[in-house]
């Protein structure tokens, strides 16, 4: 079993700049897909990003371009750097793990673990 505890979010203006962190505690990360998901206020958790084991990574299409994930398993940690921020952007941000062989990553279902969230607001 493996503990995912984000960190990194807080207030930042349009146009502006954050990079969360994940860290994993447990269980070496490198054995997980890592992913990084949203929620807004009155709305679905929504995928934004995952890193596979081997380092692939996927990007949800409103965040392509403007969002980097990236992992360093020798730090059990995952990040997702966010730049050219927008108020869209706004949302409870989780990181989530998963250790199956395969799946569908892009969907919540798919995640064993999950972190506690972080808050990212975007003001206009």
């Known amino acids: 079993q493996v503990q995912l505890v984000e960190s990194g979010g807080g207030l930042v203006q349009a146009g502006g700049s954050l990079r969360l962190s994940c860290a994993a505690s447990?269980?070496?990360?490198?054995?997980?897909?890592l992913g990084w998901f949203r929620q807004a206020p009155g709305k679905e958790r929504e995928f934004v990003a995952y890193?596979?084991?081997?380092?692939?990574?996927y990007y949800a299409d409103s965040v392509k371009g403007r969002f980097t994930i990236s992992r360093d398993n020798a730090k059990n940690t995952v990040y997702l750097q966010m730049n050219s921020l927008n108020p869209e952007d706004t949302a409870v941000y989780y990181c989530?793990?998963?250790?199956?062989?395969?799946?569908?990553?892009?969907?919540?279902?798919?995640?064993?673990?999950w972190g506690q969230g972080t808050q990212v607001t975007v003001s206009s």
């Open positions: 989530a793990a998963d250790d199956s062989v395969s799946g569908s990553y892009r969907y919540t279902d798919t995640y064993a673990y």
């Open positions: 447990g269980r070496t990360c490198s054995r997980y897909v």
């Open positions: 890193i596979s084991r081997s380092g692939g990574t």
